[in-house]
């Protein structure tokens, strides 16, 4: 038999009432007492009682996460986190692929309808703001990324020009002067970010912004930071370092680096943004953005949950810390 409401009150030395609240996202509970019973819904694995509750508060217990694709290694480990942090809430996640594409996207803004689901987590690629401003659906929708959106949404992301701009400038500290920057074609959305945050560490330190050092294209993958770092080495500009915009584009970049003999970090140091798991294990070891992903799960989820029970709780925008992991591949 499983666990019950009131195994997870005894476990957590509260009241009936008080578990009640904390899966309800109630906000009269505090943060010491909300840890708590978390805490004790997973040690118990404590599932509700799904049709019970959807007949008792008119919902069904689901979420749905929208990303672009599971293949990548920061989508899988972030849908991961917020999994966990649902399933802590007595929630479960049903997850949509969208591919980037605006099609895709448009299903998720049109076509996820509130009969099945509670809220949606949707981190977008190609939906510019108008869409989301024309939107009719009512089921409640939580942000991921960069892009500007209009008022009313709950947003989280990571300082995108902050982020970059401190990545660059350590590479800059290193003593490195004509630095390369691997996915900085893109007008808009992460791409347009960290290009601003990359321009402004090298304006800074005085060092000339060399277009012919900012390339790459629509693919933030292995192959595609391989050949823009095979371009960057024919071409006669020269580059002793590189950022890149994902650590998918930095393993890519290793690779053509180690298949020309070079050495890393001596003659070229890579940098990526992400600090998946791979970067930790490649060799030599990458030095990444380090977003706080739990944080960032942890966050999305409260916020569908309170937007779930309270319609009309004023928008939140949440900023998600990062640190510069300083590895082998900078630091050697």
Do not use: W
Not at 57 to 63: A, E, I, M, P, V
Not at 81 to 89: P, T
Request: proline fraction near 5%.
């Amino acid at each position: 038999m499983g666990a019950r409401l009131k195994d997870v009150a005894d476990r957590a030395g509260v009241s009936f009432k008080t578990v009640s609240n904390v899966i309800n996202n109630h906000p009269n509970v505090t943060e010491k007492t909300r840890e708590k019973v978390l805490e004790a819904i997973a040690e118990l694995r404590y599932r509700p009682n799904m049709t019970a509750r959807s007949l008792r508060h008119g919902r069904s217990g689901f979420l749905a996460l929208a990303v672009p694709e599971l293949t990548s290694p920061y989508f899988a480990s972030l849908a991961s986190e917020i999994g966990a942090a649902a399933k802590r809430r007595g929630l479960v996640v049903l997850i949509e692929e969208t591919s980037g594409e605006h099609e895709g996207e448009r299903v998720v803004l049109e076509g996820l309808s509130s009969t099945l689901i509670d809220g949606i987590i949707f981190s977008p690629m190609a939906t510019p703001a108008a869409d989301v401003a024309a939107r009719t659906e009512p089921t409640p929708m939580v942000l991921l990324g960069e892009r500007g959106y209009p008022a009313g949404y709950d947003h989280i992301a990571v300082d995108n020009v902050r982020a970059a701009r401190q990545v660059t400038q350590h590479l800059i500290e290193t003593g490195k002067k004509r630095i390369a920057a691997i996915g900085a074609e893109h007008e808009s959305g992460t791409g347009a970010l960290r290009g601003q945050g990359y321009r402004q560490a090298l304006e800074a330190a005085g060092h000339r912004v060399d277009p012919a050092l900012m390339v790459g294209d629509v693919n933030y993958d292995r192959t595609t930071g391989a050949r823009a770092m095979a371009a960057l080495l024919d071409a006669p500009a020269g580059v002793d370092a590189v950022f890149c915009f994902n650590d998918l584009m930095a393993l890519g970049a290793l690779r053509t680096l180690r298949e020309r003999g070079l050495r890393v970090p001596q003659d070229i140091a890579v940098a990526g943004f992400d600090d998946i798991e791979d970067g930790r294990y490649s060799a030599p070891t990458l030095t990444t953005v380090s977003p706080d992903v739990p944080f960032l799960a942890e966050e999305a989820v409260r916020l569908v949950a309170r937007r779930v029970s309270e319609p009309d709780a004023a928008a939140e925008d949440v900023e998600v810390p990062f640190t510069v992991e300083v590895r082998e591949s900078t630091a050697g």
